[in-house]
């Protein structure tokens, strides 16, 4: 299986931070990386597709980049409703997801 | 708007067979630009993806390589839903079941649609 690495695990900050979550594969994936957000208690949410693509309805602070091996997902300004766990997702082969970043109020 | 819900029981004992129901409306199961998903959430495995199944003309199923001898998907077009079945279980497939639609945007996939998720204790 494709193992997936998410870095930090976990990270506080403040409202109107920019924030950036990172995701290594163990082994080139191309673009096939998704990422979600995930709130207590809930379903996970995808945010982006294709490692860059934003899925419709998602608002234009998040955003995706990388290829290969790396992937980063950035939060331009942080938002009160963006306080949540965010996991990306391989879908080179099989399909598997990273740990989680659990993104904490400061 | 596409949506799917979960049925099945939260409770069942160590060597019985696990069984949900994901419900679709908004899609079909027999959808050739979609594939129909179980994943599952624990503190101790995260989210694992467990199989999946799809119709290209014929209908197939994928499944994770750690559950692929107890577990079988099937699609029902008749309910348009599709099932979970997964044998031999124990204390360790206590979980969070969802179900999830995997859509394709050019020639890349992801989950974009989710069930409301069912969370399954194994236990005597």
């Known amino acids: 299986d494709i193992q997936m690495t998410q870095s930090p695990s976990s990270l506080s900050a403040s409202v109107g931070d920019r924030v950036t979550i990172t995701c290594r594969a163990s082994q080139s994936i191309s673009s096939y990386l998704n990422w979600y957000q995930q709130k207590p208690g809930k379903a996970p949410k995808l945010l982006i597709y294709a490692a860059s693509s934003l899925q419709s309805g998602v608002p234009s602070r998040f955003s995706g980049s990388g290829s290969g091996t790396d992937f980063t997902l950035t939060i331009s300004s942080l938002q009160p409703e963006d306080f949540a766990t965010y996991y990306c997702?391989?879908?080179?082969?099989?399909?598997?997801f990273g740990g989680g970043t659990k993104v904490e109020i400061k | 708007q596409v949506q799917l819900q979960q049925s099945g029981p939260g409770l069942v004992k160590p060597s019985q067979t696990l069984s949900l129901t994901c419900a679709i409306s908004?899609?079909?199961?027999?959808?050739?630009?979609?594939?129909w998903n179980w994943i599952r959430q624990s503190p101790s495995r995260g989210l694992e993806w467990l199989g999946r199944?799809?119709?290209?003309?014929?209908?197939?199923?994928d499944y994770a390589v750690s559950v692929k001898s107890r577990i079988t998907i099937n699609p029902d077009t008749s309910k348009n839903q599709f099932s979970l079945q997964l044998n031999s279980v124990t204390p360790e497939d206590t979980a969070v079941y969802y179900c999830?639609?995997?859509?394709?945007?050019?020639?890349?996939?992801?989950?974009?649609?989710w069930g409301q998720g069912t969370m399954v204790t194994v236990s005597s």
């Open positions: 999830a639609r995997e859509g394709y945007k050019r020639i890349y996939d992801a989950f974009d649609i």
């Open positions: 908004g899609d079909s199961v027999s959808s050739n630009s979609a594939a």
């Open positions: 199944t799809y119709y290209r003309s014929k209908w197939y199923n």
């Open positions: 997702q391989q879908s080179y082969r099989a399909l598997t």
